[in-house]
T-cell receptor, first 117, second 113 residues
């Protein structure tokens, strides 16, 4: 079946540094990707919707200058946490969707645990 | 607009007994519905999905769910719980022009020996 690869699975960084998380669709073209954030024992909160070749649409309350999203190709979207701080520590998950079969092609990456020291 | 409500934040069962995790949805369009499982410190794994085909959907690991439009429900069941089923379960609804998936708050399944 379709696979979404998310990398890295775990990252530890110092406060003030930037971290890039990659999300790749391995066997289908993902015209739309979603980025979620999960706090401990909480559900997943949508951060932004990323469409290939256009600017991401951010949810209310999400700082677009802090969480930079790039969707430059049909198989890759990246989330960059800029100038990370301890409060950015969280579990980040991407989801990729194919335009061809939108309701069926909804697959999630395995997530990235970000810890900011 | 769409939303999903998972009625129980925690469900506790004994090993070998049936499992019922409840999910109700609201959608302006014909929805697609999913159940995902997340084991501790792991990513999401798709259990099953409903996309306007058969209303009774069978998934992996013996789970199944029934789409009931009249009740706007998509409850997840399993006849006999196993210790390895202990995890967080998310009900997800997707539909409409944007297809943005909306997550329920999650239900923690606890399985006692």
């Amino acid at each position: 079946g379709a696979v979404v690869s998310q990398h890295p699975s775990r990252v530890i960084c110092k406060s003030g540094t930037s971290v890039k998380i990659e999300c790749r669709s391995l066997d289908f073209q993902a015209t739309t990707m979603f980025w979620y954030r999960q706090f401990p024992k909480k559900s997943l909160m949508l951060m932004a919707t990323s469409n290939e070749g256009s600017k991401a649409t951010y949810e209310q309350g999400v700082e677009k200058d802090k969480f930079l999203i790039n969707h430059a190709s049909l198989t890759l979207s990246t989330l960059t946490v800029t100038s990370a701080h301890p409060e950015d520590s969280s579990f980040y998950i991407c989801s990729a969707m194919s335009q061809a079969k939108a309701n069926e092609k909804l697959f999630f990456g395995s997530g990235t645990q970000l810890s900011v020291l | 607009a769409q939303s999903v409500t998972q009625l129980d934040s925690h469900v506790s069962v004994s090993e070998g007994t049936p499992v019922l995790l409840r999910c109700n949805y609201s959608s302006s369009y014909s929805p697609s519905l999913f159940w995902y499982v997340q084991h501790p410190n792991k990513g999401l794994q798709l259990l099953l999905k409903y996309t306007s085909a058969a209303t009774l959907v069978k998934g992996i690991n013996g789970f199944e769910a029934e789409f009931k439009k009249s009740e706007t429900s998509f409850h997840l069941t399993k006849p006999s719980a196993h210790m390895s089923d202990a995890a967080e379960y998310f009900c997800v609804v997707s539909g409409g022009g944007s297809y943005i998936p909306t997550f329920g708050r999650g239900t923690s399944l606890i399985v006692h020996p």
